[in-house]
C-alpha cells in the first residue's frame, strides 16, 4: 500500500463543474507535490507546497487551484476544466529540501466530458 | 530537449531472462538520480536512489549504476517476472531543486 494516499481514484467531471482532489501523507514530510501525467508521458510538476507555503507554481492556469490546509494534506480545486485537462493527477510527498526522495500515490484519474 | 533521454523505449522479454535499461542525463549541478517503476494505473515507486559517490544500489532483483563522469545510468533486471511489466523511469535530481527531471520511459513487457 502507498503512504501517500490520494481521492477519489477516479473522477469524472464535466467542464462547469467544480470538483476537489484530496491528498494525505502521514510521514512528516513537510514538502508536498501536485502533478499531472499524460498516457505515456512522465509526470510534469504543477506545484510545490514547502511548510504549508507555495513555493511552485509552473504556469499552471487558474482553473487549478491548490490548497495545504496543514502538514498533511494537499488539495487541488477544479472549476471550468477543458477536455485537454483529463489526465491522471498524482500527489507526492518529501522531506523538506530539494535533494529528498519524492513518494508518489496512485493518483486520481480524471475525465472531462 | 529533455535533459533525460532514456533507452530503448520500450522492450520484451521472456520471463526468467535479463535486460538492461538506459539513461543519459545532461541536468546539472548534478544531486542524485533515481529510479522508478510505475506500474499501469498506480503511481511510481521509487526502486534506487544514488548520489554523485554511489556507482551501484541493488534493490533485490534490480540493480542501478551510475557514472557520473559520463553522465550515465543503467537498470538491470534479473531473473525478470511477469510483475516486472511496467513503465521504468529514469529521475534526475539537481541540487536544491523540487523540480525533478523525468525521462520518457522504458516500457517493459515481460512474457511467459
Request: proline letters at 5%; aromatic letters at 8%; one cysteine or more.
Amino acid at each position: 500500500d502507498t503512504e501517500v494516499t490520494q481521492t477519489p481514484k477516479h473522477l469524472v467531471m464535466g467542464m462547469t463543474n467544480k470538483k476537489s482532489l484530496k491528498c494525505e501523507q502521514h510521514m512528516g514530510h513537510r514538502a508536498m507535490y501536485w502533478y499531472k501525467q499524460k498516457a505515456k508521458k512522465p509526470p510534469e510538476l504543477m506545484f510545490v507546497y514547502s511548510y504549508e507555503k507555495l513555493s511552485i507554481n509552473e504556469s499552471v492556469p487558474s482553473r487549478f487551484s491548490p490548497e495545504c490546509p496543514n502538514s498533511s494534506l494537499l488539495n487541488l480545486h477544479l472549476h471550468a476544466l477543458q477536455p485537454e485537462d483529463s489526465a491522471l493527477y498524482l500527489c507526492a510527498s518529501s522531506q523538506a529540501g530539494g535533494r529528498r526522495p519524492q513518494h508518489f500515490g496512485d493518483g486520481t484519474r480524471l475525465s472531462i466530458l | 530537449k529533455n535533459q533525460v533521454e532514456q533507452s530503448p523505449q520500450s522492450l520484451i522479454i521472456l520471463e526468467g531472462k535479463n535486460c538492461t535499461l538506459q539513461c543519459n542525463y545532461t541536468v546539472s549541478p548534478f544531486s542524485n538520480l533515481r529510479w522508478y517503476k510505475q506500474d499501469t494505473g498506480r503511481g511510481p515507486v521509487s526502486l534506487t536512489i544514488m548520489t554523485f559517490s554511489e556507482n551501484t544500489k541493488s534493490n533485490g532483483r534490480y540493480t542501478a549504476t551510475l557514472d557520473a563522469d559520463t553522465k550515465q545510468s543503467s537498470l538491470h533486471i534479473t531473473a525478470s517476472q511477469l510483475s516486472d511489466s511496467a513503465s521504468y523511469i529514469c529521475v534526475v535530481s539537481r541540487s536544491n531543486d523540487y523540480k525533478l527531471s523525468f525521462g520518457a520511459g522504458t516500457t517493459v513487457t515481460v512474457r511467459a
